[in-house]
């Protein structure tokens, strides 16, 4: 018996080519078009669980049944096509989906449907439901038999009338049906968001932000203003000069050289009892700085100066450290400068941070790429996210993108590290900047430079240096503590001499600890009046030295 086949992983040069032409319109059209993928509602754009079709011309709009009623209720149109409708209109999707991959699929073929899949809908007798299949299977089982019966209910269906095409890449009317560009309800409300960005033309900014800002803004019209300085020359310069560091300076780091192990388990090593700390990597070091900016609980601001305006960010520096310090180290190295956003999606994002030399290598700050910082504050709420692309977890080096809309499908997978507060009406100039079928904007967006208004990098390293600083002092003053106890050398402490009073403070010890010139020269030392004479007796008559014992064996009789 001949296995069946699984469904092949890779597109066919026929299917790239539909799909091509899917994704851009057609040659004929400068603008891309955008077709709403199967599995998402065409009113919140998002992936719909109680599926729910308004019929129009033998084709069919789905919707999510939670979203699409409160909708009609109040709005009384459909959101696609802006025509008047009521829920009556509505016809519940029977669908099967895959319990292993949760994806819709053909409960005849199981097969998934997938954004190339033609699928049809079979409405059923009482006009509310309809099971949804493959055209596949539809086309080998009914319309090539002529057996216009339903592959599950059985119920009979007028080919012309009962069945309804929700998805067909060959037809050109019901792409620009599902085109998202020209859905009605998500032109409304971008017209709803410029006619707010008009009267406010700013979001509410807090205390702190507002107090930068002016600040920053007096410093420009006084002509002040002072260009930032780079992190990399610094760090070249001072890196011969840089003091050891080792793990027990650092917080929450604390690793010893693993000599005394090694000599106890292996016979290649000598045998030591030194069980002192190893000096620190950079990672450690970069690790215990990220904490110290993390607890300055200071935000961080910079300024995106672009061919259609200015943007001004907040960086969340005390929730994500790493990921924001990366975003000022290489706004001050001009990384960004004369860089163009490589990437726009009406609704979604659009994307910046790519080199603009392709033989460059893309690198992060400190060259390679860090982990995520992830934090259930910091969500992909509302337009002017700032968030970090990536190539899978752990890979941030520089790309970034900014929201136009939430996305909450890219929480915990894309470290949110700061949000436009000013500047969100340039964001809907971008946003409406038409694109190619690349999705890469037809009119360059540049940023031309990207300047630095607030960083508490600085301020967070120099507190860490000082503190590592402080500790190092620290363990020395221990270690010459310990070497004096060691020699039995009399501290410092017990041998002050009073200038005023002239009167010398002399320990009191006995045995071996007293000292050798109390003994041997007795009448060089002279004792303060205030000592009692017991202690001075003690302390400078030296002990008489008894006579020996003498002692006669004789015979074993006295036993």
């Not at 990207?450 to 600085?458: G, M, R, T």
Request: proline share 4%; hydrophobic share 30%; glycine share 6%.
């Amino acid at each position: 018996m001949v296995k069946r086949q699984k469904e092949k992983q890779y597109q066919s040069s026929v299917e790239h080519r539909l799909n091509s032409q899917l994704r851009s319109g057609g040659s004929r059209s400068g603008l891309a078009t955008r077709p709403l993928p199967f599995d998402c509602c065409a009113l919140t754009l998002t992936p719909f669980t109680n599926p729910v079709m308004r019929v129009w011309n033998s084709r069919g709009i789905v919707f999510e049944n939670s979203t699409i009623l409160p909708y009609i209720m109040k709005h009384k149109a459909d959101p696609v096509t802006g025509i008047s409708m009521t829920s009556k209109e509505l016809v519940a999707l029977q669908m099967d989906r895959n319990e292993d991959t949760g994806k819709w699929q053909c409960p005849v073929m199981n097969k998934p449907f997938l954004n190339h899949t033609k699928i049809v809908a079979i409405i059923q007798n009482d006009r509310s439901t309809a099971n949804v299949y493959s055209y596949e299977a539809v086309n080998e089982l009914n319309i090539k038999g002529k057996n216009y019966c339903d592959l599950i209910s059985g119920e009979k269906f007028n080919r012309e009338r009962d069945m309804i095409i929700l998805q067909d890449p060959n037809d050109q009317e019901l792409c620009r049906l599902r085109d998202i560009n020209h859905f009605k309800h998500t032109n409304a409300l971008r017209e709803q968001a410029n006619e707010m960005l008009d009267q406010s033309k700013n979001i509410q900014l807090s205390v702190t932000a507002s107090r930068i800002i002016d600040k920053m803004k007096r410093k420009r019209q006084d002509g002040g203003e002072k260009e930032g300085t780079s992190t990399g020359n610094q760090s070249s310069t001072e890196e011969s000069k840089k003091p050891k560091i080792f793990t027990d300076e650092l917080t929450g780091v604390s690793m010893t050289t693993g000599k005394a192990s090694g000599s106890f388990t292996s016979t290649a090593l000598n045998l030591t009892n030194d069980n002192s700390a190893r000096e620190a990597t950079e990672e450690e070091i970069l690790q215990a700085q990220c904490l110290a900016l993390k607890k300055l609980k200071k935000k961080g601001f910079v300024r995106f100066v672009t061919s259609l305006g200015v943007l001004e960010f907040e960086l969340h520096c005390d929730i994500a450290p790493r990921t924001c310090w990366n975003f000022i180290g290489l706004c001050e190295k001009g990384t960004y400068d004369d860089s163009c956003f490589h990437r726009s999606i009406r609704n979604f994002m659009i994307q910046g941070g790519k080199p603009v030399d392709k033989k460059e290598i893309e690198t992060s700050l400190w060259g390679d790429a860090f982990r995520d910082e992830f934090d259930d504050r910091l969500k992909h709420t509302g337009p002017g996210i700032l968030s970090m692309a990536n190539a899978g977890p752990n890979t941030n080096k520089r790309q970034f993108f900014i929201t136009f809309k939430s996305a909450p499908h890219l929480d915990r997978k894309h470290t949110v590290f700061g949000r436009v507060v000013n500047g969100l009406n340039v964001l809907s100039m971008m946003e409406a900047v038409p694109t190619d079928k690349k999705d890469r904007p037809t009119t360059e967006i540049k940023i031309i430079s990207a300047e630095i208004i607030y960083s508490p990098v600085e301020e967070a390293a120099e507190k860490e240096r000082i503190r590592i600083q402080k500790r190092a002092e620290m363990k020395l003053r221990e270690k010459e503590e310990r070497r004096i106890n060691a020699l039995g050398m009399p501290s410092a402490e017990a041998r002050v001499i009073k200038d005023d009073e002239k009167t010398k403070t002399v320990d009191v010890t006995i045995g071996k600890y007293m000292p050798k010139s109390a003994i041997h020269r007795k009448d060089s030392v002279e004792v303060e009046t205030n000592v009692s004479s017991d202690h001075a007796v003690g302390l400078y008559n030296s002990r008489k030295t008894l006579p020996p014992k003498t002692t006669k064996f004789g015979d074993f009789s006295g036993w």
